[in-house]
């Protein structure tokens, strides 16, 4: 049996993040000592565990209710967590190319940089001058 404050040390997660999770329902009403105190078992820190996963590969609190839904299931087909996963991962995908246009255009505005004085700083200019941005803003994240 657990504390609240070792189940978080040992998942890595803050103590006010799993009382969050169980206000939320992705975390069960742990079992109480007489003075009040939570008490968590093996099953309840997998669960954390798994959880603090998802979060960490940017999965949303929502895809985690379902793939915890999911996981408490063990006879289902495992096609509705593939489409969870591959959901995450077109998003993942397009952050991506968004952050690749902007390295690609700020690349540009710091090499056209002749490093002389800022009434000439071409890093100043492109950013003064939202012409020159890429034609898409969507591309970077604008």
Same mark, same amino acid.
């Given at each position: 049996?657990?504390?609240i ?61 379902? /793939?915890? $839904? ?5 006879? +289902?087909? %495992? ?7 591959? &959901?995450? *991962? ?5 952050r ?5 246009? /902007?390295? $690609? ?5 710091? +090499?056209? %940089? ?7 700083? &071409?890093? *100043? ?9 890429l ?8």
């Open positions: 049996m657990l504390t404050g070792a189940l978080a040390k040992k998942t890595g997660t803050k103590v006010q993040t799993v009382r969050y999770y169980e206000q939320i329902g992705l975390m069960p009403e742990p079992g109480r000592t007489e003075g009040g105190q939570r008490r968590y078992h093996t099953a309840e820190l997998d669960r954390l565990s798994f959880i603090r996963h998802s979060r960490q590969l940017g999965f949303t609190l929502d895809a985690i209710r379902e /793939l915890l $839904k999911l996981s408490d299931q063990p006879d +289902k087909s %495992c096609h509705e967590a593939d489409e969870i996963a591959q &959901r995450q *991962l077109n998003q993942v995908e397009q991506i190319s968004r952050l690749e246009a /902007l390295r $690609k255009e700020l690349k540009r505005m710091v +090499k056209e %940089c002749s490093g002389g004085h800022t009434g000439d700083c &071409r890093v *100043l200019e492109v950013l003064r001058d939202h012409s020159e941005c034609t898409d803003h969507n591309e970077i994240g604008a």
